[in-house]
């Protein structure tokens, strides 16, 4: 049983699914223009095993680094077009192929600095036609806080491996590689494994009904209120635009990356908000039916243990199905780009208190109120309105359209299924939450050490 829905209720309910489709259709179109954050890691993880070279075992170093961590890193960097290398990726290319075989001059037109053409001179020619020294270099470019740069310079003057590099950062450079590739794979190779005995366990034993989700008495009207119009049109759109001159006033004299950091923070409280409230109003107008005991959303905190496990399982579990639709989508279609701003912002930081800011968007805040929305109230009303099937598969394509990026829509569908099935499995929202924040956690941690 739930509320009936009145005549202008209904038209704006309307009336937001059309908002939605043309805000969702633009902000599509839009991450398109949005740079794919993938070269970047790309370019990092290359990085990361020239310096790692060094530190790694000779039987180890075709599994972790390849043959040649230089040829490597060299091709990564011509893959990039002219226009989107930067003056330090312009002078790490031409040392790189300054010491192939072949010789190649690598040459860039026009140039940001007169200082930049010196030393593509000093790395293509030689010292005397630039006029400059090794260490003149170095400060000009505060190459020392740049190791991959400071190697590569070394490396074309003919520097010895332990003058080149120092043996600490060669091991930590090591050990951030290892987990950063280690970690994923056993993750991925454990995830099969209980995928596989999932599936082995679905057939040989009688199958056995899910809990009953108790489902808000809401209608689809209700729903369409909460998304098209709280989170879209409202949360995505008009209040972000309202609050955007207030975060600009409440971070004037704040030092970036900490200023990008609180904007990120205060936008996203402007577009939870209207959901929200939205969502509250709903609540609060169920005058005529009985609360359930375990509450709207049936978060079921306790026992924690139980919902660690859940969550941790159910992580392990989809991240082989989620990498699998990724990399089949960029076999089948290349690099959609339109990453998520966030990733950008995290592999630039690298400030605790801009880091912290971060995580506490990502980590805590989001998955708290996306499993509210998506799992918490979306999710059981299109189950009991439209079915199962129908009701995962609409939620879990919703969650992914509100990202509003083409390159990770077909991961975050995936993702919203395993969240959904999570949810519809264990009868709680607990769960999910975890699960969501172990997820983001993770790319979170995996962006660090790449950065």
């Not at 590569?152 to 080149?164: F, L, N, P, R």
Request: hydrophobic share 50%; with cysteine; aromatic share 8%.
């Amino acid at each position: 049983m739930r509320q009936a829905n009145p005549a202008w209720k209904t038209a704006l309910a309307l009336f937001s699914l059309l908002l939605t489709i043309f805000v969702w259709t633009k902000g599509l179109e839009e991450s398109f223009s949005r740079p794919s954050v993938t070269p970047k890691l790309s370019l990092r993880q290359h990085e990361i095993a020239l310096l790692a070279e060094p530190a790694i075992p000779k039987s180890l170093k075709p599994y972790l680094i390849g043959e040649d961590p230089k040829a490597a890193l060299s091709k990564t960097l011509n893959a990039f077009s002219l226009n989107n290398l930067g003056e330090r990726e312009t002078l790490l290319l031409a040392g790189l192929q300054q010491t192939n075989a072949d010789r190649r001059v690598f040459v860039r037109q026009p140039f940001k600095d007169l200082s930049l053409i010196k030393v593509q001179k000093f790395l293509e020619d030689s010292p005397e036609a630039s006029g400059l020294s090794i260490e003149e270099i170095k400060e000009a470019f505060d190459i020392r806080e740049d190791p991959v740069l400071a190697k590569v310079i070394c490396d074309v003057q003919g520097g010895k491996e332990t003058s080149c590099l120092d043996s600490d950062l060669a091991k930590l450079m090591a050990a951030r590689l290892a987990f950063s590739q280690l970690f994923p794979l056993f993750a991925v190779l454990f995830g099969v494994g209980l995928l596989i005995r999932q599936g082995w366990l679905f057939f040989r034993l009688p199958a056995s009904s899910w809990p009953q989700m108790t489902a808000l008495p809401l209608s689809l009207i209700d729903m369409l209120l909460l998304i098209a119009g709280g989170f879209v049109v409202l949360g995505e759109v008009l209040f972000p635009t309202l609050v955007a001159p207030l975060s600009e006033a409440l971070t004037t004299g704040v030092a970036s990356p900490i200023k990008e950091s609180m904007k990120v923070v205060i936008g996203y409280g402007a577009m939870t908000l209207p959901p929200l409230l939205i969502l509250r109003r709903q609540i609060v107008g169920l005058t005529n039916f009985e609360r359930p005991d375990s509450g709207w959303f049936q978060w079921k905190i306790f026992p924690l243990d139980t919902a660690i496990r859940k969550a941790i399982k159910g992580w392990l579990m989809i991240m082989p199905l989620v990498l699998l639709t990724g990399w089949l989508m960029n076999l089948l279609v290349g690099d959609q780009g339109g990453s998520n701003p966030l990733l950008e912002l995290v592999l630039r930081s690298r400030d605790p208190i801009a880091l912290g800011l971060l995580i506490l968007t990502t980590v805590v805040l989001a998955p708290l109120f996306e499993e509210l929305v998506f799992r918490g109230a979306l999710l059981p009303v299109l189950t009991r309105e439209v079915g199962v099937f129908w009701g995962v598969l609409v939620s879990a394509l919703v969650f992914a359209m509100a990202h509003l990026s083409v390159g990770e829509l077909a991961p975050l569908t995936v993702l919203g299924l395993g969240l959904a099935l999570l949810r519809l499995s264990s009868d709680r929202l607990f769960p999910c939450v975890l699960m969501h924040s172990l997820w983001n956690g993770v790319t979170f941690l995996n962006l660090l050490l790449l950065s």
